[in-house]
Structures are given as C-alpha cells and as structure tokens.
C-alpha cells in the first residue's frame, strides 16, 4: 500500500450505533487530520495531530472522537451520530505541520 | 473569521483553451495556499503547494500565482484537455498557536472541458 489509506469506503449506520474509521499513512507523515465534507459546503477541518498529539479540535461535536495511537494510524470513533453527520470523511497527512498535505480516498458514511 | 472563497463556482470551456480559476482569503497573513483537484466520488489529489515567501509554483501545464496584499491566488492551466475536468478546490492555511492550524477550503470550482 502507498500513500493514504482508509477503511471502510463505504459505511451505513444507524443513530445507536458505534463504529470507526481508519485511517493509515505510508508516507513516514508526521502530522495527520480529519475533515468533513458535506453536500454544497466547504470542506471542514475537524481535527489535527502532529507527533500523535491533537493540535486542534474545531468545535467538533463530542459523538467524534479521534484516537492517534502512532504517527501512521489515524481512528475517528463514531457514537449516536445524526443523519445530519452523514457526509464524506477525508484523511489526511503531511510530512509536518505547514506542508502538503496528502489526502485518503475518503470513507462515505450514511447515517439512517 | 478567515475564509476562502472561489469563484467561478463552474465553468465549462472548449477543449485546447487556457484557463484561469480564482480564490481570495480574507486574512493575508497567511502560511500557504494549496490547490487541489477532486473527480467525482473520490479523495483530493494535491496539484501545487504554495508557500507563503513564495508568488508562484509550476507543474507541467498547471501555474499557481499567490498575492497576498490583494489577498488572492490564481490557478492557470494551459491548453486545457478532457481530462482536466474535475472540482478544483482552494485551501489555505494560517499559522496560530504553536504551528499551522489545518486547512481552510473553499468551495470550489466545477469544471468542464468540452471535446
């Protein structure tokens, strides 16, 4: 595997449910994100961690929680979403803090 | 609040015309721009990073300008092919704290290159 990695693509969940998406670098990345992208909005930053530290934390709801257990591996765990949460959630990493940044494929999560 | 902003939101030309896209930024004191591509159903391929000591970066066909007096970048792409439909997307990034804060995006522009 190269670059950018996430599992699962596609993900249908219901509002009680708990799931995770992964996410895993090969890039020897020290910094790594999650952003959302809804339907006629902008992508939104979500959360940053650089060296397995959260960096930011943009007003997310507490339903999402990441979890960056080392510099590859990238988790963002779901609990009693809302349908409106349903969205494509993209990975992302880069060597530090301030350079390119490199995206997943991005996982589809529907919320019934 | 710093923004991005895109305009045209599409734009659809023949095949074998240069193009320009435009984005402005609301806060110049920015840390880089990037430009991305994004096809249907998929992730952002990263087509030019600009840094903020820098007015412009190059790859192949593709030129990105950045100004940040006027607070704005463009994205030149020459003789236009096909293949170069897609969303074009904006992100910009600001320093806070103890480093770079994460990627602002506009909304980007759609678009089309007729055969």
Redesign the interface.
């Known amino acids: 595997e190269t670059g950018v990695t996430q599992t699962p693509r596609h993900l249908v969940m219901g509002m009680t449910n708990k799931k995770s998406l992964k996410c895993e670098q090969h890039l020897g990345h020290n910094a790594m994100y999650w952003y959302k992208q809804s339907a006629k909005k902008p992508l939104e930053l979500m959360f940053v961690y650089s060296l397995e530290e959260r960096v930011e934390n943009n007003s997310v709801p507490s339903r999402f929680s990441p979890e960056c257990p080392n510099s590859s591996h990238l988790f963002l765990h779901l609990h009693t979403l809302q349908p409106e949460d349903s969205a494509l959630y993209l990975c992302a990493s880069s060597q530090d803090r301030g350079l390119e940044q490199f995206f997943g494929p991005g996982t589809r999560l529907t919320v019934l | 609040k710093q923004e991005?902003t895109q305009i045209p939101a599409a734009l659809s030309v023949p095949e074998g015309e240069n193009l320009v896209l435009n984005c402005s930024f609301t806060d110049s004191a920015i840390?880089?721009l990037?430009w991305?591509r994004q096809d249907p159903?998929?992730?952002?391929?990263?087509l030019l990073?600009i840094q903020s000591s820098q007015r412009e970066q190059t790859s192949g066909r593709l030129n990105a300008s950045l100004d940040k007096s006027s607070g704005r970048s463009t994205l030149y792409i020459a003789a236009s092919q096909p293949g170069d439909s897609a969303t074009y997307?904006c992100?910009a990034?600001w320093?806070s704290?103890?480093?770079?804060?994460?990627?602002?995006?506009?909304?980007?522009t759609h678009l089309i290159i007729q055969p």
């Open positions: 991005v840390y880089n990037q991305f159903g998929k992730g952002l391929t990263s990073l997307l992100a990034e320093y704290g103890g480093g770079a804060d994460g990627l602002t995006f506009g909304k980007g």
